[in-house]
């Protein structure tokens, strides 16, 4: 089997894409404990370490959007419905039979289609879920003087934040796990390190 060698992931990519998942996984640890699951770094100091990450990471995310925005990068995430059976089979069926990968990146095209559907879902569904619960529950002091007391609920702001929680906890570990989907265990994790990504010569281009 031939196979290539192409930089795919730029500095601030990689830079952006580690930085968020150091970023997320502290989420989960303080957010878990502030939510009573386990006791590990005390109440006060899981509150305080969870506001600073989230204040961090929209920082981070402000800075990442406008880099998308800039370098035209924002085009690899637009979803498409072509070849998502394809995927769907290799992933369900197909990985588990050493079949050959159903789509070939390249520079322009650093995700499959259901990849670009996963963060989709992930932009426009459970992101807002958890940042705009998150900001009401930070913010519960002010509801009263912003007049908004009499049309949010406490408690379901706190259901809708942890039910966000959970879903970005499923997503970590599902892209976890496919990183592992490679032509070896950690290739894809190297190509996020490093940049390079060795692809299939032998599968046809898009």
Known sequence: MSAERIYIYKRYERFWHWSQALLII??????????????LLGFESAVRLHTLAA?????????????????????????????????VNYYLIGIFRDAPHPFRKTVVQKHNPL????????????????????LFYLFYGDWQRLGIDAYLNLEWVAVAHTLGA???TAFFFIHVY???????????????????EEVDGTQHKP
């Open 55 to 87: 204040w961090t990471l929209l920082t981070l995310w402000a800075f990442t959007i406008f880099w998308q925005f800039t370098t035209g990068e924002w085009r690899q995430y637009i979803p498409s419905l072509k070849n998502v059976l394809a995927m």
């Open 115 to 134: 990849q670009r559907l996963a963060y989709l879902a992930l932009l426009a569904v459970i992101s807002p879920l958890i940042w705009v619960s998150g």
């Open 166 to 168: 959970f879903l970005i």
């Open 178 to 196: 496919l990183t592992t989907t490679g032509h070896t265990v950690f290739a894809h994790i190297k190509a996020m390190i490093t940049g390079w």
């Open 26 to 39: 502290g989420m989960m640890i303080t957010g878990f404990e502030v939510h009573g699951s386990y006791t």
